[in-house]
Nanobody, 122 residues
Framework: QAQLVESGGGLVQAGGSLRLSCAAS????????MGWFRQAPGKEREFVAA????????RYANSVKGRFTISRDNAKNTVYLQMNSLKPEDTAVYYC???????????????WGQGTQVTVSS
């Protein structure tokens, strides 16, 4: 059974950094795109970043460009989200997800993790 497990969330001050990890197991995701989404209280889930396993193609939301970096380790079947210069508005539950194509629409993603909380204090 396919499973995505996020880790690395926590509480950080504005301007700080965190690195989220998403460990994939239970199936081969080599042909999938892996994405990060976030959802703040009272808001819809929004796209953050995505990377395709096969050719390193990457997309970012405009709100995180230049601050966040998505990467993956094929050997560990793990995707990372390095978050720098964090702002209070980055506070949300962050989710890892897998889709058959590199898209930004959440409904296109077939597999989801349980989420990890990121809180940025001002």
């Amino acid at each position: 059974q396919a499973q995505l497990v996020e880790s690395g969330g926590g509480l950080v001050q504005a301007g700080g950094s965190l690195r989220l990890s998403c460990a994939a197991s239970g199936r081969t995701f080599s042909s999938y795109a892996m994405g990060w989404f976030r959802q703040a209280p009272g808001k819809e889930r929004e796209f953050v970043a995505a990377i395709r396993w096969s050719d390193f193609i990457i997309r970012y939301a405009n709100s995180v460009k230049g601050r966040f970096t998505i990467s993956r380790d094929n050997a560990k079947n793990t995707v990372y989200l390095q978050m720098n210069s964090l702002k209070p508005e980055d506070t949300a539950v962050y989710y890892c997800a897998a889709a058959r194509t590199l898209v930004i629409a959440a409904e296109a993603y077939d597999y989801w993790g349980q989420g990890t909380q990121v809180t940025v204090s001002s």
